[in-house]
Nanobody, 122 residues
Framework: VQVKESGGGSVQAGGSLRLSCVAS????????MGWFRQAPGKERVGLAH???????NYEDFVKGRFTITKDSATNTLYLQMNRLQPEDTSMYYC?????????????????WGRGTQVTVAS
C-alpha cells in the first residue's frame, strides 16, 4: 500500500486549504484512512480518520474546522481545512491501516505518505 499527499501550501490566518491523498496498492473495502500532523519539535497527532463504511472520527481540536472525506472509487482521501490559524502550521501526513474488529485505531496506521507542508501566516 502506498499513499501520497498533496495540496499543502502557505495561507494567511483564516484561510482554507484542501489536502488530497491517493492510496494505491492492495486496498480493500475494510481499511482505514486518516490524517495526522506533526509540528517541529512536537509529537505526531491524529486529526481524523474514516473507515471502509464511511464512519468518521475527529479529534476534538479540529471538529468544526476540518472535514475528512473519501472518494472510494479512486481511493482518494481529502481533508478540507477552514479557518486555519498559525498553530495549524505543521507537516500533514496521510496514512492507511486495516480495520481491527471493524474499527479504526490510531495506533494501527502503518502505511504513511511523506507529508505535505502547511504554513499559516498570522
Amino acid at each position: 500500500v502506498q499513499v501520497k499527499e498533496s495540496g499543502g501550501g502557505s495561507v494567511q490566518a483564516g484561510g482554507s486549504l484542501r489536502l488530497s491523498c491517493v492510496a494505491s496498492g492492495s486496498m480493500y473495502s475494510t481499511y482505514c484512512m486518516g490524517w495526522f500532523r506533526q509540528a517541529p519539535g512536537k509529537e505526531r497527532v491524529g486529526l481524523a480518520h474514516i473507515d471502509g463504511n464511511g464512519n468518521i472520527n475527529y479529534e476534538d481540536f479540529v471538529k468544526g474546522r476540518f472535514t475528512i472525506t473519501k472518494d472510494s472509487a479512486t481511493n482518494t482521501l481529502y481533508l478540507q481545512m477552514n479557518r486555519l490559524q498559525p498553530e495549524d502550521t505543521s507537516m500533514y501526513y496521510c496514512a492507511a491501516a486495516w480495520e481491527v474488529a471493524g474499527a479504526c485505531e490510531w495506533d494501527n496506521f502503518a502505511y504513511w505518505g511523506r507529508g505535505t507542508q502547511v504554513t499559516v501566516a498570522s
